[in-house]
């Protein structure tokens, strides 16, 4: 463990450096937005592209969790429509709504449960077990829901306050969005669950021989992702009233784990954390509202989106060169 | 005695020469050309290849055919891409080569089956559009009139916004899919509007992508950049809840005014309910599916026609919806449908 101490502390430096790039590009986007576009710098602009990337956040938070541990968990977007519309779904059968939730988000551990076993027991690639299972729960939703939007019942005074609450003047989206990260930042910092996540991502198979329980830590991963996403869901019903399935279909999951890269969280696991995540979400943030305050349509987004993540897979891959070990256990 | 016997058998003879002559009548009265309507939609064959049978209009679309099909004889196969482009690509070759009496289609794009439309005709197979056109016309289309579309909401909007009391001139042009037929028409009527009225202000023109949670951000931001906003339009009620959620949450329901249009479901009329839309133009698309199922038993009885020969345009019916009649047939539910 001493010598994995040593790496983890010269990587420390490096992962630094990744941050502060991108603090650097989000505070000249900053900067330039500021002087050039009108009532850009408000505080209500400022609230404004917080809470619209509360939800990308939320997401990020889970993906940033599971790709420390050298994961990847493409279902995110998958279980948090699922889940949500399921809860939904079966409210409609006279069901209380909250109780509904409580069931939406079993069905999400559920999930998450299964994926993790996919991973860490029948071993599948995370790529390809995910992949796999986002289009399964998807298309099994899809079959059962019949239709792409459903509506959340009206009245509901706690989602009324998740969508349009405040608290010190701070949305409660972006306040659900503050807690997880913060909560996240907790588990993987200061408990011994969160070192062993940090270990297993490093090198699995060391963590293994050292006789680490990786697989209930790959594991109880999925299942927290998975709880996330739905967190995230219920962020969204909050804020829109109801939930869009097709969803799955954007490139919603695609900006999640731009955030997660660009936030210096590298692919090859054991390193990076929530504040890389945090720095990711607040540059893409600034980014969209500018394009949005620009007119960009939505094509161009997408590109400038995409052009930003190959330049930060680049960085990635200049900042943490592969070398012998990594190579030598793998990618996701 | 006898002569009442003659009477009574001769009265009955004829009342039962009468009931005779009735019953041949009946047999050979046929309504005209009922029995070649139907022999002509028997065992006919006719495949739908939606954008996503997840939108309220096209189940609706579906209920109606498949009466219709149930009815007459003729079959209805759904082939669902689910939004996916290359899988309606997949299943309109797919379509192509089983050779059906009849396909309908609701493209996604003016280009992506433009080729494919032209392949299928040449094919000897008939094309019915509905709601969506492509840059190849077929045989038919049914669906809206999406110029009008653009003109009576950007129309609706200059009415609120260019008034005396008007808080500004300021507008907002949510977008679907800009590649979408019904984008690229709407916009030619938005622009008539707008050059009419040179003091209406498009500040922004995003699209949406049909996203209710794009649609909240887009405007959430623009109402930073413009908290005098006036009216915002868009092109269906199920993404425009994101933006009157993004305007209920800044507490400016009484200053802009949101209009939209879409399919007719209870769920836009609950909207409405709900304040977060202000005006509906409602194509009613279970009106609209009658109107597609009738030129679908047109171009069934006509099977020698060759396809493509002919071009028909039908356009449904609009309906602005507000308020004050957010009820009734504006407002249906798929179960009553069924």
């Known amino acids: 463990m001493a010598g994995s101490g040593k790496s983890d502390g010269a990587r420390m430096g490096i992962k630094m450096s990744q941050e502060l790039v991108v603090v650097a590009i989000s505070v000249i986007l900053f900067v330039v937005f500021s002087a050039t576009l009108n009532n850009f710098l408000t505080q209500g602009n400022i609230i404004a592209i917080l809470k619209n990337v509360s939800i990308l956040g939320t997401l990020a938070v889970g993906m940033g969790f599971i790709v420390v541990g050298r994961g990847i968990d493409l279902t995110m977007v998958a279980v948090m429509v699922v889940g949500v519309a399921f809860s939904i779904w079966i409210s409609t059968w006279g069901i209380d709504f909250t109780l509904a939730v409580v069931c939406g988000a079993l069905l999400a551990a559920a999930i998450g449960l299964f994926t993790g076993i996919m991973v860490a027991v029948a071993e ?18 899809r079959i059962v829901f019949a239709s792409d939007v459903l509506y959340a019942p009206s009245n509901i005074a706690w989602l009324k306050f998740v969508g349009s609450g405040t608290i010190l003047g701070i949305p409660m ?14 588990f993987l910092r200061k408990t011994r669950f969160g070192r062993l996540v940090y270990a297993t991502g490093d090198n699995p198979n060391a963590a293994r021989t050292t006789g680490l329980p990786t697989r209930p830590i790959i594991v109880t991963q999925y299942v927290l992702s998975a709880l996330i996403a739905f967190t995230a869901g219920i962020i969204m ?27 210096g969280i590298g692919l090859s696991g054991g390193q990076g954390g929530v504040r890389n995540v945090i720095v990711g979400t607040i540059l ?7 394009m949005t305050i620009l007119n960009f349509s939505y094509t161009s987004q997408n590109l400038i989106k995409s052009v930003i993540l190959l330049g930060a897979l680049a960085i990635d891959a200049i900042i943490n060169p592969r070398d012998e070990q990594t190579s030598q256990s793998g990618d996701i | 005695m006898k002569l009442f016997k003659n009477c009574l058998f001769a009265g009955l003879t004829a009342l039962a020469l009468l009931s005779v002559a009735n019953v041949t009548t009946a047999q050979e009265t046929d309504q005209v050309g009922r029995a070649p309507y139907l022999e002509s939609l028997k065992g006919k064959k006719v495949i739908f290849i939606p954008i996503s049978q997840g939108m309220d209009l096209n189940q609706s679309w579906v209920v109606v055919w498949q009466r219709h099909a149930a009815r007459y004889g003729f079959s209805l196969d759904v082939r669902d ?19 059906p009496d009849l396909i309908i289609v609701q493209n996604p794009d003016v280009q992506t089956y433009a080729r494919l439309l032209k392949q299928a005709q040449a094919a000897g197979i008939k ?25 009576l909401e950007m129309g ?14 300021k507008v907002v042009w949510l977008a679907g899919v800009q590649t979408g037929a019904a984008n690229i028409y709407m916009r030619t009527g938005i622009d008539e509007v707008l050059k009419a009225n040179p003091e209406l202000q498009l500040v922004s023109d995003q699209p949406a992508d049909y996203m209710s949670e794009k649609a909240r951000q887009i405007t959430e931001t623009v109402l930073q950049q413009h908290p005098d906003l006036c009216g915002i339009m868009g092109i269906w009620d199920n993404a425009e809840v994101g933006a009157g959620a993004a305007v209920a949450a800044a507490g400016k329901q009484d200053q802009v005014t949101i209009v939209t249009n879409g399919a007719g479901s209870a769920t836009g009329c609950e909207s409405i309910k709900n304040g977060l839309l202000d ?9 609209q599916a009658e109107i597609a199922a009738q030129q679908i038993s047109e171009l069934l009885q006509h099977p020698d026609r060759q396809a493509g020969s002919e071009k028909t345009i039908f356009f449904g019916p609009i309906t602005r919806v507000d308020k004050t009649n957010a009820t009734g047939r504006n407002c249906w539910k798929l179960d009553e449908l069924k």
Not at chain 1, 124 to 141: D, K, M, N
Not at chain 1, 174 to 186: D, H, K, S, T, Y
Not at chain 2, 141 to 149: S, T
């Open chain 1, 124 to 141: 599948i690639p995370p790529i390809f077990a995910t992949l796999a299972i986002a289009s399964s729960v998807y298309g099994s939703g």
């Open chain 1, 173 to 186: 989206s972006v306040v659900i969005f503050g807690a997880v990260a913060a909560l996240m930042g907790f």
């Open chain 1, 237 to 263: 019903l909050g804020l829109v009233t109801g939930i869009d399935t097709r969803l799955y279909n954007s490139s919603l999951i695609y900006d999640v784990l731009l955030v997660v890269v660009l936030g």
């Open chain 1, 284 to 290: 893409v943030g600034i980014l969209t509202n500018g």
């Open chain 2, 81 to 99: 891409p689910n939004g996916d482009t290359n899988a309606g690509i997949r299943a309109m070759q797919g379509a192509i080569a089983e050779k």
């Open chain 2, 127 to 151: 094309v019915l559009q509905v709601n969506m056109q492509s840059a190849t016309q077929t045989d038919s289309y049914v669906g809206n009139d999406w110029i009008e579309m653009g003109r």
């Open chain 2, 156 to 169: 609706e909007l200059a009415k609120h916004c260019t008034g005396p009391n008007a808080v500004s001139h």
């Open chain 2, 279 to 287: 005006v509906i133009f409602n194509f009613n698309s279970p009106i």
